[in-house]
C-alpha cells in the first residue's frame, strides 16, 4: 500500500470517529486537538507500514513531527477542556443546516484531506525503502524547525500565563513575542512545516513542497491569521491600535506611533 493511501486511510478513520464523538457531545471543535495528532499517527503508520529498516532521515522526520504534534496536540487539549464550542464552529452550527451532516464535509473530511496534503513531506520521507543518509540541508531542516518550535512553544506558553491571569481579562496581549508579531504561534507553526519540507528536499522530494504552501495558506488566508482578525477587534478593545504597531505574522520591531 502507498505511503498516500495510509495516510488517508489514517486520517480518514480518526475523523470518522472524532465525527461520531461531535455528535455525541454537539461540539465540533474537538477536531481541533486532534488535527495535530492525525499527523504525529499519519508519521508512524506509513513508517511501520515500510521494511523497518529505518534510516537517520527517518528518525528525524518522526521526532520533529511527534514532538511538534504532541506538543500542540496536548496544549490544545488542555485550552480546551470544559470549555463550549469554539465560536467559529457555532457560527458554521447557525449557518448550514442540518450541521450533524454538514459538518461531515466541512469540518472532519476537509480537515482529513488537508492534513494528508500538509503531511506530504511526511509521507514522502517515511515510505521511501531505500537507504538515506543525512545531509547538510537535513540539519538545516531540522534547525529551521526548531526555530518554528520554539516560537510556537513559547508564544502559546506566554498567552496562556497571560490569560490566566483574571486582571489581564479582555486585554491585548502585547509582551513577549506577540510584541513582535500579532500570530507568533501561527508563524511557528508555517516554519515547523517549512522546516520539515527541507528534511524531504534534501532527499530530492522538493515536489513535497505543497505541504508547507498548503499550511502557510492555511494560517495566513483561511483559519489562522484573517480568521481571527476579522473578530479579535470586537472583542479586544486597543487591538486597532496593537495592530497598527505589530506585524501581523513575521515578527518585526513594532512600528512607531503615527500621529
Same mark, same amino acid.
Given at each position: +500500500?502507498?505511503?498516500? *493511501? &495510509? =495516510?488517508?486511510? %489514517?486520517?480518514? #478513520?480518526?475523523? $470518522?470517529?472524532?465525527?461520531?464523538?461531535?455528535?455525541?457531545?454537539?461540539?465540533?471543535?474537538?477536531?481541533?486537538?486532534?488535527?495535530? +495528532?492525525?499527523?504525529? *499517527? &499519519? =508519521?508512524?503508520? %506509513?513508517?511501520? #507500514?515500510?521494511? $523497518?529498516?529505518?534510516?537517520?532521515?527517518?528518525?528525524?522526520?518522526?521526532?520533529?513531527?511527534?514532538?511538534?504534534?504532541?506538543?500542540?496536540?496536548?496544549?490544545?487539549?488542555v485550552r480546551k477542556w470544559g470549555e463550549p464550542e469554539d465560536f467559529r464552529?457555532?457560527?458554521?452550527?447557525?449557518?448550514?443546516?442540518?450541521?450533524?451532516?454538514?459538518?461531515?464535509?466541512?469540518?472532519?473530511?476537509?480537515?482529513?484531506?488537508?492534513?494528508?496534503?500538509?503531511?506530504?513531506?511526511?509521507q514522502a520521507v517515511l515510505g521511501d525503502p531505500g537507504p538515506s543518509p543525512?545531509?547538510?540541508?537535513?540539519?538545516?531542516?531540522?534547525?529551521?524547525?526548531?526555530?518554528?518550535?520554539?516560537?510556537?512553544?513559547?508564544?502559546?506558553?506566554?498567552?496562556?500565563?497571560?490569560?490566566?491571569?483574571?486582571?489581564?481579562?479582555?486585554?491585548?496581549?502585547?509582551?513577549?513575542?506577540?510584541?513582535?508579531?500579532?500570530?507568533?504561534?501561527?508563524?511557528?507553526?508555517?516554519?515547523?512545516?517549512?522546516?520539515?519540507?527541507?528534511?524531504?528536499?534534501?532527499?530530492?522530494?522538493?515536489?513535497?513542497?505543497?505541504?508547507?504552501?498548503?499550511?502557510?495558506?492555511?494560517?495566513?488566508?483561511?483559519?489562522?491569521?484573517?480568521?481571527?482578525?476579522?473578530?479579535?477587534?470586537?472583542?479586544?478593545?486597543?487591538?486597532?491600535?496593537?495592530?497598527?504597531?505589530?506585524?501581523?505574522?513575521?515578527?518585526?520591531?513594532?512600528?512607531?506611533?503615527?500621529?
Amino acid at each position: +500500500m502507498s505511503a498516500l *493511501a &495510509i =495516510a488517508a486511510l %489514517v486520517a480518514g #478513520a480518526l475523523m $470518522g470517529v472524532c465525527w461520531l464523538v461531535s455528535l455525541i457531545k454537539r461540539d465540533a471543535s474537538i477536531v481541533d486537538p486532534l488535527w495535530p +495528532m492525525v499527523f504525529v *499517527a &499519519i =508519521a508512524w503508520s %506509513v513508517w511501520l #507500514a515500510g521494511d $523497518g529498516a529505518g534510516s537517520g532521515r527517518d528518525a528525524l522526520m518522526l521526532a520533529m513531527v511527534s514532538a511538534w504534534g504532541v506538543r500542540l496536540g496536548a496544549h490544545l487539549t488542555v485550552r480546551k477542556w470544559g470549555e463550549p464550542e469554539d465560536f467559529r464552529y457555532q457560527a458554521m452550527r447557525r449557518r448550514l443546516r442540518p450541521f450533524w451532516l454538514w459538518s461531515i464535509l466541512v469540518v472532519f473530511v476537509l480537515q482529513g484531506v488537508l492534513a494528508v496534503v500538509v503531511a506530504l513531506p511526511v509521507q514522502a520521507v517515511l515510505g521511501d525503502p531505500g537507504p538515506s543518509p543525512l545531509r547538510w540541508l537535513d540539519w538545516t531542516g531540522a534547525a529551521v524547525w526548531a526555530v518554528g518550535f520554539g516560537f510556537e512553544a513559547v508564544s502559546d506558553e506566554q498567552l496562556r500565563r497571560f490569560k490566566a491571569d483574571p486582571a489581564n481579562r479582555g486585554q491585548v496581549m502585547d509582551r513577549g513575542l506577540w510584541r513582535y508579531s500579532r500570530h507568533p504561534n501561527y508563524f511557528g507553526d508555517a516554519v515547523v512545516w517549512w522546516g520539515i519540507h527541507l528534511v524531504a528536499a534534501a532527499a530530492g522530494m522538493w515536489w513535497t513542497i505543497a505541504g508547507p504552501l498548503v499550511m502557510t495558506f492555511l494560517l495566513l488566508r483561511v483559519s489562522g491569521v484573517a480568521l481571527l482578525e476579522r473578530s479579535i477587534g470586537k472583542r479586544r478593545p486597543g487591538y486597532a491600535e496593537y495592530a497598527a504597531r505589530t506585524s501581523a505574522f513575521i515578527p518585526l520591531p513594532p512600528r512607531r506611533a503615527t500621529r
